[in-house]
């Protein structure tokens, strides 16, 4: 249910004939020195997301690793996701590779990020509609990222930014 706008009564006048309704815009109680603080905090880039966050942790000619790598990412810290991407690229990261890969040697891999084994699962039901639907690439609108099995709205709108350089959402 959206907010309403607040409402100020204001006379035109001394006499108080007619009332004039204003609607002021809401803002969150001191946004903008919140606003500054993130800032600042921010500037020096120091977070593990900067050095091996989704988009860190991929190769920049392989479209497809930036999609794993987001897959992963959801509920499990930086520093896991990037090991996990690190184990895949050893044993060569593709389209092709992880669907020849069987469930428990992928498992292996990606273990300890979270839920590990759904996963699995998504990444071999995507990977598969990645080959017979998308010739081995990555979907490049939010409607084909979203058909893959894993992928919600936020993950397709990262996809978009990181792998097309496409801001199309977030």
Known sequence: KPR???????YEDEEGAELQLKRERWEPRDWRAQLSFIREMRSKRDAPVDQMGAEKCYDTEAPPEVLISLMLSSQTKDHVTAG????????????????KMDDETLGKLIYPVGFWRTKVKYIKQATALIQQEFGGDIPDTLEGLM????????????????????????
């Open 4 to 10: 309403r706008g607040r409402v100020k009564v204001e």
């Open 84 to 99: 996990a991407m690190q184990r895949l690229r050893e044993r060569e990261l593709s389209v092709d590779a992880v669907l």
């Open 147 to 170: 058909r893959l099995p894993g992928v919600g709205p936020k993950m397709a709108h990262l996809a978009m930014d990181i792998a097309w350089n496409r801001v199309s959402g977030i």
